[in-house]
């Protein structure tokens, strides 16, 4: 799989868009990008994945660059309930082994 | 409509003592899985079924055992438990294996003494 980069943290005020970005400039061709995120204690959960063009869903957009070497996922209107680590995955879709998670970006909404 | 439910949230086991994780789901997903999250290593695969009647092992099997119940049931059995085995673990599920997003449970939190 390949590797990711995401900043250490970001902030964000309540009701603003979040926008966290992700490198992961060696992905291939048949590599998806997935982001989970991990609130204190609970499990992970998953958000939205793409593979080269844009996706919405109820929760985020994924906008993924044209070279496909970076993506954003956008919380269009972030709520205390949003702060949580948010993870970058690429993997090819033929199995989920070992999830390495990586550090990613602490995410901390603010009144 | 629940997703994936752990139980129990919390527990302490002696060494050599055993135990089930239970874990269910109400997506009717056809994969499961178990996982084991440790400080700084990531999420790795104990066992999964990819779907009903099938189980395999994943990254870190020794130590475990799986049964598959049914579609919405898949348990983990420590029959043994060592303090290596202290950890987080969550269980998963997706629609199928592979391509298909994992939706995890909340966790079982175990510490083996």
């Known amino acids: 799989d390949a590797k990711t980069t995401q900043p250490t943290s970001m902030d964000c005020a309540e009701g603003r868009a979040a926008n966290l970005p992700c490198n992961h400039s060696?992905?291939?061709?048949?590599?998806?990008v997935y982001w989970y995120r991990q609130i204190h204690s609970q499990g992970p959960q998953y958000i939205i994945h793409?593979?080269?063009n844009n996706e919405t869903n109820e929760m985020a957009s994924l906008i993924i660059t044209e070279d496909r070497k970076s993506s954003t996922l956008i919380l269009p209107h972030a709520t205390l309930r949003d702060t949580a680590v948010y993870y970058c995955?690429?993997?090819?879709?033929?199995?989920?082994?070992?999830?390495?998670f990586g550090s990613g970006t602490q995410v901390v909404v603010t009144p | 409509n629940a997703g994936v439910t752990q139980t129990p949230k919390f527990q302490v086991l002696k060494t050599g003592q055993s135990m089930t994780l239970q874990c269910a789901q109400d997506?009717?997903?056809?994969?499961m899985y178990w996982y084991r999250q440790d400080p700084g290593m990531g999420l790795r695969l104990i066992y999964y079924?990819?779907?009903?009647?099938?189980?395999d092992k994943g990254e870190v099997p020794n130590g475990y055992n799986v049964s598959r119940l049914n579609k919405r049931e898949f348990s983990l059995r420590l029959e043994s438990a060592a303090p290596s085995q202290t950890s987080v673990y969550f269980c998963?599920?997706?629609?199928?294996?592979?391509?298909?997003?994992?939706?995890f449970g909340n966790g079982t939190r175990l510490t083996v003494t």
């Open positions: 998963a599920s997706s629609e199928n294996h592979g391509l298909s997003p994992l939706h």
């Open positions: 060696t992905i291939s061709g048949n590599e998806y």
């Open positions: 793409g593979l080269k």
């Open positions: 995955i690429v993997r090819v879709g033929n199995s989920w082994g070992k999830l390495q």
């Open positions: 997506m009717n997903h056809n994969s």
């Open positions: 079924s990819a779907s009903e009647g099938t189980t």
